[in-house]
């Protein structure tokens, strides 16, 4: 199994998401411990639903691993 770095997963994130057409305005990465990661997105998407299809869909596509955790939440 690949392992993947936290600034590849972030790259991806955000190609994954520019793709989709989806704009970011600011990314958080908080280091839980040696084992969990999670990352704030913050973007153009209003709908909590929205968000969290993306969320699944990303957890499935581009990041398949249990360490990474991530939270697509609107921007301010």
Do not use: C, H
């Not at 839980?32 to 596509?61: A, C, F, M, P, Q």
């Amino acid at each position: 199994m690949k392992v993947l770095t936290t600034e590849q997963v972030v790259k991806n994130i955000k190609e994954f998401l520019n793709n989709q057409g989806v704009r970011i305005y600011k990314v958080d990465v908080a280091e839980i411990d040696e084992e969990s990661v999670l990352i704030r997105v913050y973007t153009n998407v209003r709908s909590v639903k929205k968000g969290l299809e993306l969320s699944e869909r990303i957890w499935k596509e581009v990041i398949p691993d249990e360490k990474f955790s991530i939270l697509i939440y609107p921007s301010k």
